[in-house]
């Protein structure tokens, strides 16, 4: 069964940074690029940053560009991103989804980063 | 970057009645390979998005049939052939064509 399961939300302050981690299994990780989508409270989902499946290359969302980092470790099966200079707009649940081609077909459930004084 | 227009954004509809959503893509998304990079998802209440959809018309694994995706160049369809309650949710379109990766406003289906 596939699984990815984000982990790594939670209360931050603004300026301060995070690490989310989306640990997946059930299937090649090796094959696959990665997404990070997130929504913003009542809002519509936003793409935030991509890694193709041998991490050739990145691409990462005006508003997070020079601030956020997405990596993808092989040997753990585990998807990153690094989170710098967070803001309170930045706040949104945060979901890792995996693509083979254009599609997004999993996702994860998702973890919450709140972003306040 | 690849704007989708989606409408309506909110469509009240009655049980067993059918619903039809539009998404409207400003530029091509027809890929390589002939293939159009064009996803339907699904996010109910509470609940993370799931696909149900890709490439135009392919329904995804468990996907009811009474869900169908149509369309061509920059105009694609998802219709809900009768509504059930279990339908209630938010329906996107997105583009995997280019990045960055672009979704519609959503569309928000209610029982009337």
């Known amino acids: ?117 | 970057d690849i704007v989708l227009t989606q409408s309506p954004l909110s469509l009240p509809v009655t049980l067993g009645q059918p619903a039809s959503i539009s998404c409207r893509s400003g530029q091509s998304l027809v890929a390589s390979d002939g293939s159009t990079l064009l996803n339907w998802f699904q996010q109910r209440p509470g609940q993370s998005p799931r696909r149900l959809i890709y490439k135009v018309f392919n329904r995804d694994s468990g996907v009811p049939d009474r869900f169908s995706g149509s369309g061509s160049g920059g105009n694609f369809t998802l219709k809900i052939s009768r509504v059930e309650a279990e339908d209630v949710a938010v329906y996107y379109c997105m583009q995997g064509r280019h990045w960055p990766y672009t979704f519609g406003q959503g569309t928000k289906l209610e029982i009337k």
């Open chain 1, 1 to 117: 069964e596939v699984q990815l399961v984000e982990s790594g939300g939670g209360l931050v302050q603004p300026g301060r940074s995070l690490r989310l981690s989306c640990a997946a299994s059930g299937f090649n990780f090796n094959e696959y690029a990665f997404h990070w989508v997130r929504q913003a409270p009542g809002k519509g989902l936003e793409w935030v940053s991509g890694i193709t499946w041998d991490s050739g290359s990145k691409g990462y969302a005006d508003s997070v560009k020079g601030r956020f980092t997405i990596s993808k470790d092989n040997a753990k099966n585990t998807l990153y991103l690094q989170m710098n200079s967070l803001r309170v707009e930045d706040t949104a649940f945060y979901y890792c989804g995996k693509d083979k081609h254009g599609d997004l077909d999993s996702w994860g459930q998702g973890t919450l980063v709140t972003v306040s004084s």
